[in-house]
């Protein structure tokens, strides 16, 4: 579903992936007993890789892991950051994108109020959704994929207690797998991580094994 929601600098271009056993999800999306309506999972949202090396929400990847977590029974939120496609206003560095995500994320408990709320991203993306989603209680769970954490500062991410699941690829040439490894054997419990053979840090030609690696990692997870 193609829409727009409201950003700090402007209208922000946004798709939202909802699951099918959750057609039935009143407009209010009441929760009980911890799930919406029509068996509403979670309400995640999704950030994708630098807008300036050519990350969008449509970035295979990102696209791959919104559908894998609707599979899963979760509403999945994509958006482009501020000046990306057709959202306003100018990159900012990480500094308004977070503010992006941060209204992403009121969005997505103002339309399901009440559900577990999952933040993610991808590259640049997952700093900034983990780092935002590290510091809000309403988060349950962080999902980074392909995080750079030689380039940004991840230490909100690693001492957080929120359950925070990885997925990196064998390959990374932006972020060597090495890094990664150091980085999860210092974080804070509850923690998993895939490693996806062979794959690029865009995971080229892997995209799908991305989307398996989401249903490994959270298709138990409450």
């Known amino acids: 579903m ?3 929601i409201p950003g700090p ?18 407009p209010e999306g009441l929760v009980e007993n ?21 990350g969008t929400m449509h970035t295979k990847a990102v696209y791959q892991a919104a559908k894998a977590l609707a599979r899963i029974g979760c509403a999945v939120l994509r958006f482009n950051f501020r000046g990306a496609g057709r959202s306003a206003g100018t990159f900012d560095e990480g500094r308004g994108e977070r503010e992006d ?5 009121d969005f ?27 510091s809000d209680p309403r988060v349950r769970a962080l999902i980074g994929i392909a995080m750079p954490v ?57 995209a799908g094994e991305v989307a398996d690696a989401i249903e490994d990692l959270l298709g138990d997870y409450e």
């Open 108 to 134: 997505m408990q103002d339309r399901y109020p009440g559900a577990p709320i999952w933040a993610g991203g991808m590259s640049f993306g997952s700093w900034v959704g983990l780092t935002v989603g590290a």
């Open 150 to 206: 030689d380039r940004y500062d991840f230490n909100a991410v690693s001492s957080s207690e929120t359950a925070k699941f990885f997925i990196h690829g064998e390959r990374d040439e932006i972020c060597p797998l090495k890094q990664v490894r150091e980085f999860y054997a210092r974080a804070r419990d509850p923690k998993e991580l895939i490693v996806i053979d062979a794959a690029d840090h865009v995971f080229d030609g892997k």
């Open 101 to 105: 995500f941060r209204a992403a994320l």
């Open 2 to 4: 193609l829409r727009e």
């Open 9 to 26: 600098a402007g209208n922000l271009e946004a798709l939202l992936d909802e699951p099918a056993d959750a057609r039935g999800v009143n």
């Open 34 to 54: 911890g799930r919406a309506d029509g068996g509403l999972r979670a309400a995640a949202v999704l950030a994708h890789p630098h807008p300036q090396y050519g």
